[in-house]
């Protein structure tokens, strides 16, 4: 008994020191009072309990899930519910989280909080609102500032991710919370403009919030407004100013914020304003969205949205496998996403291997008909880009949901004109006006595509088949005197006396006068043609002017200037016109004028008989071309091709030197 007593009283002593140290904060102190109380009882359920709330407090969640795992026939479901749901929950062990609260058999409000965090990380936005909506209007405590900031954040997801339109739940917006979320949800709905005005509110308040509080630097208070300046620049983004975008998440990179999450949204959003260029910047920010954690931070859609983007920068930097590998993992992960196939497409466009992709992309539509539109899209993309415009028609005209679209029909009407297939082009006219003579009967696109067939008609000469057009384009609107002038036209072709009935509709000349200035019409700066404005010319004085006229035209020759030495009595040479090195006299540069010099020529011999053997000193030699003033030369040669007219036999030898010389020194050149 004495021993009994003396170990409850220690227990005693230490149940208050857990007490005291649990008010105080200090839950490390206080788990190691709780292990010594349960070396006394191991199987105290208080005492585990107590246990599994320090380790939570300190942080260490897989051990606390560990004791309660450990303990379950001591520490059952209905007793530890919540923190072992909260556990799971911090592990990112979130579908275990849901059971285990959905097992409790009593719903404290602690649960129903804890239901409402664990929809919102399922992505359930429908069931997580009416949880909060009943826990505000169930709830009245000090956190119910909390409650509308987590409503508020629900509502700013479905608008982001599910394009829902976010309903006015009346929330005052006095925080900086607030705000943020409602500028979230105008982003959703595309209101840019309002939504910046929020993020400006929510910085201001941000900051009076912070700077209340003296032990806060301006440091933690920047940390704090990155993310509002995240969003700010992906607004920018979505505005066009990627260079404004672009220096503001580089401003908050290198505030080093703590989390994963919005560290990997921005180096996503930086990859795609870099796109193609700036690839080296690209693969160092793609390091930020492989962070350990990164999962659990961001949606499924975000998360979609960077592994797409990881696709891209690999086949943007030429890493076939790495692109094939990654678009592959997200077809499987999302068999009907259409992202997917098309990087592959492109993948294997860039390979040159055209026909397989537009193959791949043909049995992806096969598949999913749901998506088939799209795919379709992009295969008569490849097609026109091969040169195929003819089967890229065909592939268009096999979409039958946007067949009768003027978008798809102006297309095929301008491909069909490129190829001049007039037939097919008024084919897809006839079709398209018959699906709105079916279904939207004299609707503004209706009449709009019987106009602009009846023109591409009359434009191409088929006037007889534009009659039917025209004349329902003037039943639908009587008073249009443009159409009926068209009607005529095409009637009187084929059908004159038609065209003289119709002819009686067409308003008078006196209704058609308008006010219009004649002169100064002609007289304006872009006038091609102006009236003289001069009386009338009688006949003699007209045709005096005409004969002036004719003076006038007619424009005196100048002499040609002859040279200073020209002698009228002597002959031109005919060859003057000639280059000397090419007239038929020529005889090259002579370099030494004394021809009897001592020690040139061979070794032993004389220059005394070189005169003699020079045959053109010989007056019995004639020439070889006439001489500038020889008459007899003249007639002599009046039978022979002029030398202007024939290449002096000299001539090319002297260019095969010149060009040998060429070559010799490019090819031994420094």
Not at 143 to 152: D, I, P, W
Not at 303 to 332: G, V
Not at 414 to 437: L, P
Not at 452 to 478: T, V, Y
Request: with cysteine.
């Amino acid at each position: 008994m004495a021993a009994a007593a003396g170990g409850s009283g220690a227990a005693a002593a230490l149940w208050s020191e857990v007490n005291r140290c649990g008010q105080n904060g200090d839950f490390a102190r206080a788990l190691k009072s709780v292990n010594k109380i349960l070396q006394i009882s191991k199987d105290d359920v208080t005492a585990l309990h107590c246990k599994v709330v320090c380790l939570i407090q300190n942080g260490n969640f897989k051990e606390a899930l560990g004791v309660i795992n450990t303990h379950t026939k001591v520490l059952t479901n209905d007793v530890i519910a919540f923190e072992k749901a909260y556990c799971e929950y911090r592990l990112n062990r979130i579908e275990n989280a849901l059971k285990t609260i959905q097992s409790a058999s009593q719903q404290t409000d602690k649960l129903k909080e804890l239901y409402g965090q664990v929809l919102y990380r399922l992505e359930r936005y429908d069931d997580c609102l009416a949880a909060y909506r009943d826990l505000i209007r169930n709830s009245q405590d000090e956190y119910e500032e909390e409650r509308k900031t987590n409503l508020s954040a629900v509502v700013a997801a479905q608008s982001t991710w599910e394009k829902v339109m976010p309903e006015d739940l009346g929330l005052r917006e006095a925080t900086y919370e607030l705000c943020y979320n409602s500028a979230c949800a105008l982003i959703g709905q595309g209101k840019l403009n309002e939504a910046m005005k929020k993020l400006q509110r929510a910085e201001e308040l941000c900051r009076q919030s912070l700077s209340e509080d003296s032990d806060v630097t301006e440091e933690d208070i920047e940390a704090e407004l990155a993310i509002i300046h995240g969003q700010m620049a992906y607004i920018m983004q979505l505005q066009g100013r990627t260079e404004d975008a672009l220096q503001l998440y580089n401003q908050i990179i290198k505030l080093k914020p703590t989390d994963v999450g919005l560290l990997a949204v921005i180096a996503n959003n930086i990859i795609t304003i870099n796109k193609d260029q700036n690839v080296f910047d690209s693969k160092k920010k793609v390091k930020l969205t492989n962070a350990e954690g990164v999962e659990h931070k961001l949606s499924k859609k975000q998360l979609q949205a960077i592994e797409f983007n990881k696709a891209l920068l690999a086949m943007y930097t030429n890493q076939a496998d790495q692109c094939r590998k990654l678009s592959a993992s997200l077809q499987s992960q999302s068999p009907k996403h259409l992202l997917p196939v098309l990087i592959q497409a492109a993948q294997l466009c860039r390979e040159k291997q055209h026909a397989k992709a537009v193959g791949l992309l043909q049995d992806f539509a096969d598949q999913h008909p749901a998506n088939a539109a799209e795919i379709k899209l992009t295969m008569a993309q490849l097609k026109i880009a091969q040169g195929s415009v003819t089967k890229a028609c065909m592939i268009l005209r096999s979409i039958e949901e946007l067949q009768h679209k003027p978008g798809m029909v102006s297309a095929l009407v301008t491909m069909y004109s490129h190829e001049e297939d007039i037939d097919s082009a008024i084919e897809v006219f006839t079709h398209a006006i018959q699906w709105y003579q079916h279904f939207q009967p004299k609707s503004s696109v209706h009449l709009s595509l019987i106009r602009e067939a009846a023109n591409f008609k009359l434009k191409h000469g088929r006037k007889k088949e534009a009659i039917s057009d025209l004349e329902e384009l003037w039943k639908q609107n009587p008073k249009d005197v443009h159409t009926l002038a068209q009607l005529i036209s095409a009637y009187s072709l084929v059908d004159p006396e038609k065209a003289k009935v119709l002819s009686k509709h067409l308003p008078s000349s006196d209704t058609l006068s308008l006010k219009v200035d004649v002169d100064a019409l002609e007289n304006s700066h872009g006038a091609t043609y102006i009236r003289k404005k001069a009386g009338k010319l009688t006949g003699d004085s007209q045709q005096k002017d005409q004969g002036q006229g004719d003076v006038k035209k007619k424009k005196k020759k100048k002499k040609g200037k002859l040279p200073k030495n020209y002698d009228p009595k002597v002959t031109p040479d005919p060859e003057r016109w000639l280059p000397m090195r090419e007239r038929s006299y020529y005889r090259g540069r002579k370099k030494g004028k004394k021809k009897d010099q001592v020690g040139k020529g061979t070794q032993g011999s004389t220059t005394a008989g070189s005169s003699e053997l020079d045959a053109s000193r010989t007056a019995s030699s004639p020439p070889t071309s006439p001489r500038p003033g020889s008459g007899t030369a003249v007639s002599a040669t009046s039978n022979v091709i002029p030398p202007r007219h024939q290449k002096p036999a000299g001539a090319p030898a002297t260019k095969k030197k010149q060009q040998q010389k060429k070559k010799k020194g490019a090819k031994g050149g420094w």
